[in-house]
């Protein structure tokens, strides 16, 4: 039984090699910030920048300031490889078409 004065979230973050997903109890209240650093993902990543890599709740853009609800899960994304759209124009330079069989 959840606590009316806690919240249970998750911060998840995935590099190429690991995907983590932690568990908190957090005050009501809390927020996207709180959730992150409480959750000890930035010592255990020092890579994460929270200047550089954007944040979400399930898969929506957020901000650090934003409020949690219960059961919300925070997730920390990397950047981008490859600009998706150069890709894309890349290929039809090349001729090339995806998921399409000659």
Do not use: C, W
């Not at 994460?48 to 853009?61: D, H, P």
């Amino acid at each position: 039984m959840e606590n009316a004065d806690r919240i249970q979230v998750e911060v998840s973050y995935a590099t190429a090699k690991e995907q983590v997903i932690l568990e908190l109890s957090l005050a009501s209240g809390a927020t996207v910030g709180d959730a992150v650093e409480v959750s000890g993902i930035l010592q255990r990543f020092p890579e994460i920048s929270l200047s550089v890599n954007k944040v979400g709740i399930f898969g929506k853009l957020s901000r650090l300031e934003d409020r949690l609800r219960g059961h919300d899960r925070v997730e920390i994304y990397r950047p981008l490889i490859a600009d998706p759209r150069e890709v894309r124009r890349q290929r039809a330079a090349e001729g090339k078409t995806v998921g399409k069989r000659p």
